[in-house]
Every structure is written in C-alpha cells, then in structure tokens.
C-alpha cells in the first residue's frame, strides 16, 4: 500500500547544466492544460487506490516554483480534491529562491504544504553560473527570512560538492553561509555528471574541470564533522536534520515501500510494480485525455530483486537494515542470502553489526555503492 505521492512538475524558468530529471522551459507550454491533466491522473489513481494510508505529499521537479500563484493554487486545489489531507504528515514542495515570492510562499502554506526544500547549491556566485542556477545569496536570504515569518517552520536547503572548479576553502565557506541561517535540515550531495546534460557533453569534449576524488573524499569528511558539529544528526548519506526534521518522504524511498508517482516522466512503485510515466507532455496529455494512466513502461519485481533493494536502499540510512524487519518481509534472514558478503565486509571494516542493524560504518559511506554493488545478486 503506498505511503506516499510524488508530483512532477517538468517546467523550468532556466535549465541547470547538471540537471538529467524530466523537464521543459516553461515558456509557451500548456502549463494549465498540464496541471488539468494531473488533476485527472489524480482522479484515476484515487479511483482505485486507498489513499488513506497516504502519509506523506512531495512537489518536484522540474521546478514547481515556476508556476503563478494562481496555478499554483489551482494544483493544490486539485491535491486537496482527491487526497484526504488528514492523514498527510508531511508536504514538501521544491523551490527556486529567485521565484518564491511572498504571494507564493503564501500560497503554498494556506495550501498545506509545511515543508520547503530550496535548491540553492553553492553561495558563490561563479560556481552558480557555473551551473546554471540564476539565484543570488540575497534571493537565499530573503525567501528564508519570509518563509519563516509566514510559518514554516520545516525549511531544507540542498548543497553540492564536487563542482567545476570548487575549492575546499569555497565548501567551507558555503558551509558557514550554510548554519548561519540556522535551518533544521540540510541535504548535501556531490556532483554527478549524468548522461543528457550539459556538464556531460562538456565533460566529453575535457572541457569540465573537476576536483579529484581524493578532494570530494576530503569534502565530504569536512561535511559531515560540520553538520555533526552543529548539531545535525546524519541519518542518510546526504541527508543532516535537527530531531523530528528527517524527511518523511525520502525515508519511504529508502525503507523500499511504495509510492505513487504522478506527472510527465514520473516514476512510481505500487502493488510490486514498478512504474514509469511518458516524458513528453504531448504523450502523457494524450493518454489522460483518453482516460487511461499515462503508464509508459512497468516492471513487476521478483523477490530477488525485492531484496537487493532492500539492502542498497536501506543502507543508505545511518540506521541501516534491520534484520528482523528483512525476515517478516522476505521469510528468510539476510545472512542466509549474504553471509559471504557480510563477512567480507564486516572484515574491511565497510559495515558493521549494532544489534538488530546492519549499517555503514563512517569508512563505508566513503565508498557506499562499492558496498552496494556487493548485494547485488
């Protein structure tokens, strides 16, 4: 039964030069009709699934900042028809600093939404140029700063590592710019250039200067000694929040539960099958107006696969696997699938044992999908 929903907003203002998510420049899209055509996926969808287990709501994209007030209104207008809002504990919208006006930031919150996560990156103006982002230090500054006198109180920010160019002193000093604005969570992630964007066609022409890996190894050990510093407890990978502020929704992601995922080029994971939606508008618009879900490829999983995915996703959380949990869903102990890779492991010092959990230990995070790999069967 899924415990969560995911909203794909594919429009952008600007295209960042690392993005790979499904996405389009907003101008001259059908960004109403869109939004029209999720409101009856959500129909659909709540025509034969129980969405009072649903817990938790989460806007991405895309950008969904992108959107007017008015549409943004009448997207959560649209959530608020076909889920029973009661039981959501968390709502979470992505955000660009540079678009969160008042009006908006009002919007969201009379909306329900009680949770931003605001894309800001880096604090340093060339490395934003560098990739594509178009907000300034003062747009980070002033969206937080109103935010709160609205009312949220549950306000992440994402920051990157690894990036062109970057410099240890330059991660240190986005750090402090970091904690001086005293916010809950943080989520921090290294670059990754993937395939179909920017970066990765200036990577194959040499034309993208990144820092080594012994660099991004030292950065991220300066991340987490900081965010454990100030009072923020790693509880993923990437992921440093104040207590009660983890976020409920990427959690069900990495307990491998369900999720429905609605919107163009959207994934989702409901009742053992594994779900992608059509990328492009003018697909995935057809298909709702034709009164079907605009499925585009399913998988329905094997329990193998079920159980790689529980001990690659799982580990990422600093908690780990837990063991009794893995035999109520699987009827059979993970040492009886891995026990040559468990010791192994246990050997190189990579994982460790706590009681009911297996879990990374602080030299295996450095290395975590080496470690991953190992459980694939």
Avoid at 86 to 107: G, I, M, Q, R, W
Avoid at 143 to 165: C, H, Q, R, V
Avoid at 328 to 342: L, P, V
Wanted: proline share 3%; charged share 25%; with cysteine.
């Amino acid at each position: 039964m899924a415990r969560g929903i995911y909203i794909h907003i594919p429009f952008c203002h600007q295209i960042c030069n690392y993005c790979d998510f499904n996405k389009v420049f907003f101008k001259n899209q059908p960004v109403d009709e869109y939004i029209e055509s999720l409101g009856e996926e959500l129909r659909l969808w709540a025509a034969e699934s129980d969405f009072q287990s649903i817990e938790t709501v989460f806007l991405g994209g895309g950008t969904p900042t992108s959107l007017s007030p008015t549409q943004l209104k009448r997207l959560l207008t649209l959530i608020h028809m076909y889920i029973p809002m009661e039981h959501v504990t968390e709502f979470t919208s992505e955000a660009n600093p540079d678009e969160l006006t008042k009006e908006k930031l009002e919007v969201l919150y009379n909306g329900g939404v009680n949770r931003l996560s605001l894309g800001v990156q880096a604090f340093q103006e060339d490395l934003l140029r560098k990739l594509g982002r178009t907000h300034s230090n003062k747009h980070v500054f002033q969206t937080i700063e109103e935010a709160k006198k609205i009312g949220f109180k549950n306000i992440s920010i994402d920051l990157m590592y690894g990036l062109p160019g970057q410099t240890m002193e330059q991660w240190k000093e986005t750090l402090d710019i970091a904690f001086s604005l005293w916010l809950p969570h943080y989520s921090a992630y290294s670059l990754i250039v993937e395939p179909k964007t920017i970066f990765y066609n200036l990577m194959a022409k040499r034309k993208l200067r990144l820092p080594g890996e012994d660099l991004e190894a030292e950065m991220y050990d300066v991340l987490m000694q900081q965010m454990e510093q100030h009072g923020l407890h790693q509880y993923e990978i990437s992921n440093f929040s104040k207590e009660g502020y983890s976020s409920l929704h990427n959690r069900i992601y990495w307990d491998n539960d369900e999720y429905v995922g609605l919107g163009a080029g959207a994934h989702g994971y409901s009742k053992g099958i594994r779900y992608s939606n059509h990328g492009p508008l003018k697909k995935y618009m057809e298909a709702i107006a034709n009164g079907d879900k605009p499925i585009h490829e399913t998988h329905t999983e094997t329990k193998q696969e079920r159980i790689e995915e529980e001990l690659f996703l799982g580990l990422r959380k600093t908690e780990g696997v837990s063991k009794k949990h893995f035999f109520t869903k699987f009827n059979c102990t993970i040492e009886s699938i891995y026990e040559k890779q468990i010791q192994e492991l246990l050997k190189t010092e990579l994982i460790a044992i706590e009681g009911d959990y297996i879990k990374l230990t602080r030299k295996g995070r450095f290395v975590g999908n080496e470690v991953f790999e190992e459980f694939l069967l």
